[in-house]
């Protein structure tokens, strides 16, 4: 797997599900995906899980966690099931016979482990399509964007400024 591939499997998924608007409803994608999420206290430590047993999988959300910290965790996780690291080899917390757990958590966003890049790069394409991202810039009719759009456009796809910003970067949009 590659970060290109986690990136456009996530684009190919929004263009399966037709999805034609911001803010992508991850939870549903989840759900279509046969992901149950569940909001639970995960502690400090951990901001969402997959759970992946016998009978299929959930993902855990930390409930006190902000509303888009929590759409990037379910974002993140659903990228871990769709492009099924659970079952690949590598560090998984097993729990009762036939359960794996992978989690989020601070060393998630450290940019070390390739699975969890690839996860985070899916997580950023779900959640903020270069499609609608596009259009929504090109619908700004504007040469230069200004903190004020990234704003704006943070709002409507409902992720934080950082996560925007990034994106447009990497659309090389800004």
């Not at 499997?9 to 803010?23: R, S, Y």
């Not at 279509?32 to 047993?53: K, R």
């Not at 099924?84 to 359960?99: I, N, S, T």
């Not at 989690?103 to 959640?127: D, M, P, V």
């Amino acid at each position: 797997m590659s970060i290109l591939s986690a990136r456009n499997q996530a684009e190919a998924l929004v263009d399966a599900l037709n999805i034609k608007h911001a803010p992508v409803d991850v939870a549903g994608v989840a759900s279509q995906l046969g992901l149950e999420v569940v909001y639970i206290d995960l502690g400090e430590e951990i901001s969402g899980a997959l759970i992946t047993g016998p009978q299929g999988s959930r993902i855990a959300i930390r409930k006190s966690d902000p509303q888009q910290r929590q759409r990037f965790s379910i974002a993140h996780e659903t990228a871990h099931h769709y492009l099924r690291h659970q079952f690949e080899p590598g560090e998984h917390v097993h729990v009762d016979r036939g359960h794996l757990i992978s989690h989020r958590n601070q060393r998630s966003s450290t940019g070390i482990e390739a699975k969890e890049i690839e996860a985070n790069q899916f997580a950023a394409c779900l959640l903020m399509p270069s499609r609608l991202v596009r259009e929504r810039v090109k619908a700004l009719s504007t040469e230069q964007l200004y903190d004020s759009h990234v704003t704006a456009l943070a709002k409507e796809f409902n992720v934080s400024e950082q996560a925007m910003t990034i994106r447009l970067t990497s659309l090389r949009l800004l």
